[in-house]
């Protein structure tokens, strides 16, 4: 797909913006310098301002990079596509109206015939935020890109918190937050909406729950379990089962395993063991709480009306995995977006919208600088191994694990993309990172060479390990099926991101210590925004549609209806919300992938429900039936 100036110009015009700051920076940075630093590494006057406010500046930078990145979005010039076109946007309107009218979604006359709506976790009926940012924007297309955006910008804000509150540097929590930010669950699986509502939670709950085990603090065990519930009401639920795995790991490991920094955990292990269980408890009995009205409409409401409400069978649960292969796209987006570019030809064996696992070129670094820097620190290894035991879950049949989990764990019956495990894998890369920068910044204040060698051994392993993971995917004998554009873009990304992580780690060995503090995060920081703005550009055509569909999004606001008074269309009936061909009253050809009767109030017998129900498509495909349930008279 080629956006050609609509996105390129955009991305020029931000590079330029970001090198302009780095400039004014570095100069200052400089300057300051040369006239002196305080003992610590840390600038006198000027730069006083800029360390007081430094979490409300790597935040703002944050921000800029996430919207100059979505820009498309931001301007409306491409939509979302796939299921953000077919069913969330028009869910979203849903709520919104309803919101609108003083009202919360139970029941869905429009679609099917019918259906149970407040029980369907991915539809947000019950959620706060959807509902808020429904009562606000209304039903349009303009309001489900803010939503969206912003649930999707909740991530990086959740690392943010989450580094402060393990005493990252505002600079390392910037890189980190970028990485997450544009991982390759955003860029692969951003437009499955519920996926990335539950997942930019994790970093909030983690923060909360980590507090709570730390200072033995009831209230935020309780903020824990609300932002968990919370992200229960509109996320997909097996996104939210897994994170209630990971922070019971992460809760164990606390008890088992010391950390060498602060926040300092309590002396006594009896003490840490007492507040790791009774934070436990008490997120879970207040998430429980919250989710619980989503969660028994589903399994009451959803009986016999949807099929997800029972357990899957092995092969089943077993799709969709994370080939091992596609490990190799921690080096680089390129390889992902090649993949989805020739629809699964790399690794056909899952769907390509979930086999990649980039977080971005310094975050994979820092968090191998982590490990070997404090190679003793068990509590780092623990965390290490909760990613890999994701990890090798997320490969699915290549490994027993998930079929472990399938025989021994119940809720995960439910669960029919294996390759959801890889969403944990990749923040616990990113706690790792944060950790790592924590430590960089002590060796820049200290000044000590024989520490920088850590991190330079680091990135070099790691930049000759990536240029052997990409370098098949960039030979000629991909030309033939690779986009000119894509394939440029790919040596593109491994020359700028990779080469200038080395050559900002060389020139940073050239200074003296006092520059070296004020230099290397500018410029790091500059490079984790570069490395955003090309992971954006590699991964556009797996979350964004092609501009002629913007024109539709456009076509369904002026279309939109806010009634919710099925009268007012005058008792209107449809066979499908999809434009297509059919022969007579036969069968149509394929089934519908949209529920745009949801923004136009023209109630279908064919949707796009979050589910196929084998029942109700007999009904759609009998010829009598479909005719009495459609056509006049209906009697």
């Known amino acids: 797909m080629e956006y050609r ?8 015009v931000s590079f330029a913006m970001m090198t302009l700051l780095t400039f ?10 040369r006239t002196g630093v305080a003992g610590d590494g840390i600038p006198h006057r000027a730069w006083i301002v800029v360390l007081r406010h430094r979490w409300w500046i790597v935040a703002g930078f944050t921000t800029f990079v996430f919207l100059a990145a979505n820009n498309l979005l ?16 028009p869910y979203f309107v849903l709520v919104a109206d309803h919101a609108r009218s003083a009202r919360l979604v139970t029941w869905d006359p429009w679609t099917q015939g019918g259906l149970p709506a407040m029980g369907d976790p991915q539809l947000g009926a019950l959620s706060p935020l959807t509902n808020a940012f429904g009562l606000v924007f209304g039903g349009t297309s303009r309001g489900f890109v803010a939503y969206w955006l912003f649930v999707w910008w909740l991530g990086g804000a959740g690392i943010l918190l989450l580094a402060r509150h393990l005493r990252a540097p505002a600079w390392g929590a910037c890189i980190v937050a970028l990485g997450f930010l544009f991982n390759g669950v955003y860029t692969g699986n951003a437009q499955h909406t519920p996926w990335i509502a539950a997942y930019s ?3 909030l709950v983690v923060w909360r729950l980590d507090r709570a085990i730390q200072d033995g603090s009831r209230l935020a065990a309780g903020e824990a379990g609300a932002l968990w519930g919370l992200s229960a009401l509109a996320g997909y639920p097996a996104v939210v089962l897994i994170t209630a795995g990971f922070c019971s790991l992460w809760a164990l490991g606390r008890v088992a395993c010391a950390d060498d920094s602060p926040p300092a955990a309590p002396a006594s292990r009896k003490s840490r063991t007492t507040h790791a269980i009774v934070s436990l408890v008490v997120m879970a009995a207040v998430g429980l709480l919250i989710l619980a009205p989503t969660y028994l409409a589903f399994f009451y409401e959803g009986a016999g009306s949807n099929p997800r409400v029972g357990t899957l069978d092995r092969a089943t649960a077993l799709r969709d995995p994370l080939p091992p292969p596609a490990l190799v796209t921690v080096a680089s987006p390129y390889m992902a977006a090649l993949n989805a570019e020739n629809q699964g030809l790399v690794w056909p064996e899952s769907n390509y919208s979930m086999v990649d696992v980039y977080v971005g070129v310094t975050v994979v670094v820092f968090a191998l600088f982590a490990l070997v820097r404090r190679r003793t620190v ?38 029919r993309h294996t390759a959801v495990f890889r969403l944990h894998f990749m923040f616990g890369l990113c706690v790792l990172a944060l950790m790592g920068t924590r430590d960089f910044q002590e060796d820049l204040r200290s000044g000590a060479r024989r520490v920088s060698r850590w991190f330079v051994g680091a990135t070099a392993v790691s930049a000759v390990a990536a240029a052997l993971a990409v370098d098949p995917f960039l030979g000629s004998a991909w030309e033939s099926i690779v986009p000119p554009t894509l394939m440029r873009f790919g040596h593109l990304h491994l020359a ?10 060389a020139v940073g060995l050239l200074l003296r210590p006092p520059q070296r503090a004020a230099v290397i995060p500018v410029l790091l920081m500059w490079l984790a925004g570069a490395d955003a703005l090309l992971t954006s550009r590699l991964g556009v055509s797996r979350v964004l549609g092609y501009f002629d569909e913007a024109d539709r999004w456009r076509a369904l606001d002026a279309a939109h209806s806010g009634s919710l008074d099925l009268r007012d269309n005058g008792w209107r009936r449809e066979e499908t919300a999809c434009p297509r061909e059919t022969d007579g009253d036969s069968r149509p050809r394929t089934r519908c992938r949209r529920n745009d009767q949801l923004i136009t109030k023209v109630p279908v017998l064919e949707g796009y429900a979050t589910e196929w129900n084998p029942r109700h498509f007999a009904t759609v495909d009998d010829v009598s039936l479909r005719r009495a349930a459609t056509r006049p008279p209906r009697h």
Do not use: E, N
Not at 379 to 404: D, K, Y
Not at 500 to 505: A, D, E, F, S, W
């Open 74 to 89: 931001v301007r409306g010039i491409a939509p979302g596509k796939w299921d953000v076109d077919g069913q969330f946007y």
């Open 24 to 33: 004014l920076a570095l100069r200052g940075s400089c300057r300051h310098a």
């Open 5 to 12: 100036g609509a996105h390129v110009i955009p991305l020029a």
């Open 378 to 415: 068990a509590w780092r290894w623990w965390i290490l191994g909760i990613a890999l035991c994701a990890l090798s879950a997320a490969v699915g049949s290549h490994l027993p694990v998930r079929g472990w989990l399938y025989d021994w764990a119940f809720p995960t019956r439910f669960f």
């Open 496 to 505: 700028m991101i990779w080469l200038g992580l080395t050559g900002i780690v």
């Open 201 to 203: 939670f994790l970093p």
